[in-house]
Every structure is written in structure tokens, then in C-alpha cells.
């Protein structure tokens, strides 16, 4: 099964620990999706951030409606935590958050690494879809961190 990378990063006008904690937020994750997914979380109702925590989330991509859960499977505050989904659209996602202290503010690294199903049906959807539609989903996150916090584009 072809796996796939989506990497970005953004330096961001504010303290690590500032940025970190709005990233910790599993809350703030709507705040980061463009609305056209309708992205909701669903479980727990007060998610306190740490390893081991599983989050549902309801998702509409592309228009069909589906559950998401992902777990926390690494929580290294405020430096790094991981998230993989245990149910939803893709074969494999695991999504790596890295935060460091630069000049002048934080440096924010997204590292995605995720599989789709379905063979050379899924490389076509790919090629297609995914691809274009992820880097979107990322763009948007990128203004809105921007919005939120200041910074230069990644």
C-alpha cells in the first residue's frame, strides 16, 4: 500500500509554551478546519490533552458524513505530540506536531504520513483528490494560525 507525506511548517510571533497550548486544545481543531468539512468533536466533551486520549470527531468530506477517532499515541509538551486515527477515511494517518523556540517566536512543523484504501483505485483518488484536498485543508490552517497569532507563511 503507497504511503503518502503532506509536511508543513510556520514560524509563528509567539512563546512555545502560548502556541503549544492553543495546538493542545483539541477544541481549537475546528478553528484550524475549513468549515466545508463541518468538522465537529463529538467525544469526550472536555478533552484534557495527553497520551492515550481518544477523540471522535464527526467529519463531512466532500459532503459524506463519517466518524473519526484518533488517539494521542505521543504527548511530549510543549515540543511534540502525535496523533493517529484509529476509525475514519484513511488506511493509516499518523500526524506528527512539532514545536520549537526560534528567533522571535515558535516554529510549528506538521508531518502527516497516511495511506489511503482501495489499491490503484486509492492512488488514482490520490492523485485526483486527496492530494489537492489535504494541501487545502493545510493552507487554511496556515492562515488561520497566521490570523490567530501573526507570523510569516511557512
Do not use: C, K
Given at each position: ?24 486544545e483539541p477544541r481549537n481543531l475546528a478553528r484550524l478546519t ?111 494560525i497566521r490570523e490567530t497569532f501573526g507570523g510569516e507563511p511557512?
Amino acid at each position: 500500500m503507497q504511503a503518502y507525506t503532506l509536511s508543513a511548517t510556520q514560524r509563528v510571533a509567539r512563546p512555545l509554551d502560548a502556541v503549544f497550548a492553543f495546538y493542545a486544545e483539541p477544541r481549537n481543531l475546528a478553528r484550524l478546519t475549513p468549515s466545508s468539512l463541518g468538522f465537529r468533536l463529538v467525544r469526550p466533551p472536555d478533552p484534557v490533552m495527553a497520551r492515550g486520549l481518544t477523540l471522535t470527531y464527526r467529519i463531512r468530506p466532500m459532503g459524506i458524513p463519517m466518524t473519526w477517532v484518533s488517539e494521542i499515541t505521543e504527548y511530549d509538551p510543549p515540543h511534540r505530540f502525535v496523533d493517529e486515527q484509529r476509525r475514519g477515511p484513511y488506511a493509516y494517518w499518523h500526524h506528527a506536531h512539532t514545536f520549537r523556540a526560534v528567533d522571535g517566536g515558535t516554529e510549528v512543523a506538521d508531518v502527516v504520513t497516511y495511506r489511503l484504501r482501495f489499491g490503484p483505485v486509492g492512488r488514482v483518488v490520490h492523485a485526483l483528490l486527496v492530494r489537492r484536498q489535504l494541501e487545502a485543508i493545510f493552507a487554511f490552517r496556515e492562515a488561520a494560525i497566521r490570523e490567530t497569532f501573526g507570523g510569516e507563511p511557512g
